[in-house]
């Protein structure tokens, strides 16, 4: 084994320059002047262009706009998609617990990263770390606080976006937090339910990931 | 790498491509679509021009320094947990991913797509050793249950129609034929995999960047398969072709763009998962262990020589096959080999000899539909001309089976050609010769043969254009 | 319906300064000893503008046929040859954007390191197709003298691929009042010419081939014109072959024989 590197590393070592540039211009990229509005906008035509369902709410302390509470909204949909099992992320676990209680025909709410119950439920609830406007795409940072499988195996997802944690493309996103100094196991960027046309190119929502995507897009900016 | 087969036959395949009406009408109707879908992303010649001029560049800088990469990516993929593991050929590739899959004693594997596992056979070697390897991507999925190859590096069952895709679920999942379309057919293969994604021992994938500076493997997808092969089971074992490192977390930015766009005409995939290491210290999930099993399979010789070295720059779009059209009429499968289209053209001869694959390099009209699409301006025409060189001899030889096409009577043809066309005496008694009887020449004169089956024989001309002009005093200077 | 991407960002091309007195005419091969109309009538076209034409009687072919069968050695033997004769710093038109393409992209790279590499790129500098010549630097315009008459138009993809021509050829025919275009289904696919390619790969290209054939005959034009004689010679001979009504000829004809 260690042959085979040494042999490929010494075979490529032997080959002469090639073709190289030195530098590139990265202004096709960089240069976006949406004003956050603008963004806003953007995330939500892309995001449900690609069948994303994305509902403007606010925090339940946020009173300064006439926009619903995303635990009401939440609860709402639950409701309305029969919704009876849903797996939350740990740091809303107890700020819907306490949101919820008393309230009648809310969900169970589920705390777990146990493999088998994760592919039972009905939904799962994550944060988002930000969201991309040019894409639509929400950004998941899973760790330690939420599984990796919580936006992926229950049949919907549901996730949580602060429009002031939009960045026009990932581009941005990524050289303006400087993730390559910190990248977790895992980093997915989520842009709609599942999605194939690997049959005649015929779209279909929902094949191995979850078929319905909920984005609770909380207006903080 | 030796010749363990007869060559590839590709013009019986490509014989049975074109005479296959309903094949070609799935062709043409899925290529029209993603050419269609294609164009609508890139709208804005500038910055078409712009991002595909950023993504050539960061492919041929990365190249320009790949060993160098290589070790730095080993290097930070380690720090961050990932095994990493070299294979020169498909037989070191194959018994490292066996060795790992028998230590732990896992008998089934789920695996996302991965055009370099399709290279290794993986599938069937893993069945021979008693351990059962499942394609999870809608298309692969199908073509496996079909026991064919991809005819497509992106779309592998498009020359399937809905009927045959429900014919065959039918007589290999029991289900009805009657009624399925591709809604229903989807919700069987959802039902059937999502079961084996819960109790796989081991999932394999492909990587699309794998990232030096980080340690990280990106991999984008839409269904969410691969997601599942690289999440749920314990264990994930990532397999990649050592040519497609990136130097930077960033790199991956503008090629991700220009790949999903010119592959299937999306802003982004669904899923764009970037993995940088098994669960660690507090998380919850995810893999105990990643692999990642870098393979050269003739690459590096591919490497050796500057001007084919721009073959690795492709990250796999497949946008030159969507638009080629000599693929939309022969399909993926004439090609033999892993990779069709214009990119297996001239990828396919020089990992596995040109003698092994002697009609790539002249399969192709050179109409350059290829080279415009392609996202980092690969010089896929060029590259097929060159290929020509060396299959006749006049290459540097840097090709495996350079001069295994040569031929005296044609070399001898194209001398005497040149030797007339160099000459202006020479050219003006010849000319007068054809001008004069070239119409006698016979419709079943060897090379006229082939053009007269449905064309009509070309006539020359009473008078060249060198003796009108004269006649016309057009000055001679 | 749309097959194929928009164009690239047209390709900057340096005009020459000043008035254009002179050119040289590159006949091709496929011209010279089966289409002289077309040279005939670049002649034409381009001394009613009041420019004189040089044809320099040594020429013969661009080299391409070898260039493209794996015998660079031969296509630089015979490319060589016209190198002398087109010393002068003028335009070098050309009726053929497939010739076209193989000087200006091509010959820098067959004589990379080789003794004449400096003289190919100058000449490829100057190389003209023959629309684009009329349009960009002649910029002419045509009076049309013809009957009403509905063609249709055949782009060479080497004139498109390898020369950046985006629609210089409809330009000139839209200024040719009683000329209506209708388009190709698929005008940006390639008619399965490709020189020996037609011969090696008979069947694909038959296939390519009668494809464009029912192309053209769908627009209901009365005839196909094209850029390019290899085209033309592969589609007339299937349009003839199949006993088609569809007639075909060069865009330097038709542009002459209604202009004159």
Redesign the interface.
């Known amino acids: 084994m260690s042959d085979a590197r040494a042999n490929i590393l010494r075979r490529l070592r032997a080959a002469p320059a090639g073709l190289t540039q030195p530098y590139s211009d990265w202004s096709v990229l960089r240069d976006r002047d949406w004003s956050i509005d603008d963004q806003v906008g953007l995330f939500r035509t892309m995001a449900e262009s690609v069948n994303a369902r994305v509902i403007d709410c606010v925090a339940p302390e946020d009173a300064s706009r006439p926009l619903p509470s995303w635990d009401s909204v939440l609860a709402e949909d639950c409701a309305a998609r029969g919704v009876r099992r849903l797996a939350v992320s740990a740091p809303l676990a107890a700020p819907l617990q306490a949101l919820w209680t008393g309230s009648p025909n809310r969900p169970e709410i589920i705390l777990t990263a146990d493999r088998d119950t994760l592919f039972s439920v009905d939904a799962g609830l994550t944060t988002a770390r930000g969201g991309i406007a040019e894409t639509g795409s929400l950004i998941l940072w899973p760790g330690p606080t939420e599984p990796r499988m919580l936006s992926l195996v229950p049949p919907r997802h549901i996730a949580l976006l602060r429009t002031s944690r939009l960045h026009p493309t990932l581009w941005h996103a990524m050289t303006e937090n400087g993730w390559a100094s910190q990248m977790p196991t895992n980093v997915v960027l989520v842009t709609g339910p599942s999605k194939t046309s690997d049959i005649e190119q015929t779209l279909v929502f929902g094949v191995h990931g979850p078929k319905d995507l909920l984005i609770l897009l909380i207006n903080d900016h | 790498m030796s010749h363990s087969s007869a060559p590839h036959d590709f013009r019986a395949g490509?014989?049975a491509g074109?005479h296959d009406t309903t094949l070609r009408a799935n062709f043409r109707r899925a290529m029209?679509g993603l050419?269609?879908k294609?164009?609508?992303q890139?709208?804005d010649?500038?910055e078409?021009?712009r991002l595909r001029a950023l993504g050539q560049e960061i492919r041929q800088r990365a190249l320009s320094k790949l060993p160098d990469l290589l070790e730095r990516l080993e290097e930070n993929c380690t720090r961050n947990g990932i095994r990493v593991h070299w294979a020169e050929d498909v037989a070191q590739a194959n018994a490292i991913i066996l060795e790992i899959l028998q230590q732990r004693g896992i008998t089934t594997v789920v695996k996302g797509k991965s055009m370099v596992s399709e290279e290794m056979h993986l599938n069937a070697f893993l069945g021979g050793h008693g351990i059962r390897a499942l394609e999870a991507d809608l298309g692969e999925y199908i073509i496996q249950l079909a026991g064919q190859m991809p005819c497509h590096i992106v779309m592998p069952a498009i020359h399937l129609n809905k009927t045959q895709i429900a014919d065959l679920f039918a007589d290999k999942l029991g289900t009805s034929p009657d009624g399925q379309d591709a809604e229903a057919l989807t919700a069987i293969a959802r039902e059937k995999l999502r079961e084996e994604f819960r109790t796989a021992g081991a999932g394999i994938s492909g990587v699309n960047f794998p990232v030096a500076e980080t340690g990280t493997l990106c991999l984008i997808e839409n269904e969410g398969n691969g997601r599942m092969v690289t999440t749920v089971p314990p264990v994930h074992i990532a397999v990649t072709g050592i040519e497609k490192v990136v130097e930077n977390l960033e790199d991956v930015t503008p090629l991700l763009r220009l790949l999903t766009r010119s592959a299937t005409g999306q802003p982004i995939t669904t899923y764009v998962n970037m993995i940088s290491g098994p669960r660690r210290g507090a998380d919850q999930d995810g893999p105990q262990e990643v692999h990642l099993v870098l393979i050269d399979f003739g690459r590096s010789r591919v490497y050796a020589d500057p001007e084919t070295r721009q073959t690795l720059q492709c990250i796999r779009c497949a946008a030159c096959m969507n638009?080629c059209?000599?693929y939309v009429?022969?399909g993926g499968h004439a090609y033999g080999g892993v990779y069709p289209g214009p990119i297996g053209k001239i990828l396919t001869p020089q990992l596995n000899g040109l003698a092994d694959y002697p009609?790539h390099?002249?399969?192709?009209?050179?109409?350059?539909?290829c080279?415009?699409?392609c996202p980092v301006k690969i010089p896929i025409a060029?590259m097929l001309?060159r290929l020509?060189?060396?299959?006749?001899g006049?290459g540097t030889g840097a090709v495996q089976d350079a001069g295994s096409?040569a031929s005296r009577v044609?070399?001898a043809a194209?001398?005497a050609?040149?030797?007339t066309?160099?000459?202006?005496l020479a050219?003006r008694v010849a000319?007068a010769a054809?001008?004069a009887a070239?119409n006698a020449l016979p419709a079943s004169a060897p090379?006229l043969k082939?053009?007269?089956?449905?064309?009509?024989?070309?006539?020359?001309?009473a008078?060249?254009?060198?003796r009108?002009?004269?006649e016309?005093g057009?000055?001679?200077? | 319906?749309?097959?194929?991407?928009?164009?690239?960002?047209p390709v900057f091309r340096p005009l020459p300064t000043g008035p254009v007195t002179e050119v040289y005419?590159f006949?091709t091969?496929l011209?010279?000893?089966?289409?002289?109309?077309a040279?005939?009538s670049t002649?034409r076209l381009l001394q009613r503008e009041g420019v004189?034409?040089?044809?320099?009687?040594?020429q013969?072919?661009c080299?391409q046929?070898?260039?493209?069968?794996?015998?660079?050695?031969?296509?630089r033997?015979?490319a060589?040859?016209q190198i002398p004769l087109f010393c002068?710093d003028i335009p070098i038109v050309i009726p053929s954007g497939s010739c076209g393409g193989m000087i200006r992209q091509h010959w820098p790279?067959l004589f990379a390191g080789q003794p004449e590499e400096a003289a190919a790129r100058a000449i490829a500098a100057r190389v003209w197709e023959l629309s684009e010549f009329l349009v960009h630097v002649l910029k002419v315009s045509l009076e049309d003298h013809g009957t009403p008459e509905t063609v249709t138009w055949h782009s060479s993809?080497?004139a498109m691929?390898?020369m950046g021509l985006t629609d210089e050829p409809k330009r000139l025919l839209g200024q040719l009042k009683n000329v209506t275009v209708a388009p190709l289904q698929r005008e940006?696919?390639?008619c399965?010419?490709?020189?020996?390619?037609?011969?090696?790969?008979?069947?694909?290209?038959?296939?390519?081939?009668?494809d464009k054939c029912a192309d053209i005959e769908g627009t209901g034009a009365a005839t196909v014109l094209g850029g390019d004689c290899g085209c033309l010679?592969?589609i007339?001979?299937?349009l003839?072959?199949k006993g088609s009504a569809v007639g075909s000829q060069h865009l330097a004809d038709y542009l002459w024989e209604r202009t004159k």
Not at chain 3, 31 to 37: C, E, G, H, R, Y
Not at chain 3, 52 to 58: L, S
Not at chain 3, 197 to 209: C, G, I, L, N, T
């Open positions: 490509i014989d074109l029209d050419m269609t294609r164009a609508r890139f709208e010649p500038q078409w021009t638009h059209p000599v009429r022969v009609d390099p002249s399969a192709s009209s050179l109409c350059n539909a080279v415009e699409v060029q001309v020509r060189n060396e299959k006749a006049q096409g044609e070399d194209w001398k050609w040149a030797a066309y160099s000459t202006p050219y000319s054809l001008t070239g090379l082939a053009w007269t089956s449905v064309r009509k024989k070309p006539r020359f001309a008078q060249s254009l060198h009108t002009l004269k016309m057009v000055a001679d200077e | 319906m749309t097959t194929g991407p928009p164009p690239s960002a005419l006949g091969c011209v010279d000893l089966f289409t002289p109309s040279g005939v002649v004189r034409v040089i044809f320099p009687q040594g013969s072919c080299g046929p070898a260039y493209n069968s794996g015998h660079p050695e031969e296509a033997t015979v060589r040859a002068k790279h993809c080497h691929r390898e940006r696919e390639c399965g010419f490709g020189g020996t390619f037609a011969v090696r790969h008979a069947d694909v290209s038959a296939a390519m081939v009668a010679m592969n007339s001979g299937a003839e072959h």
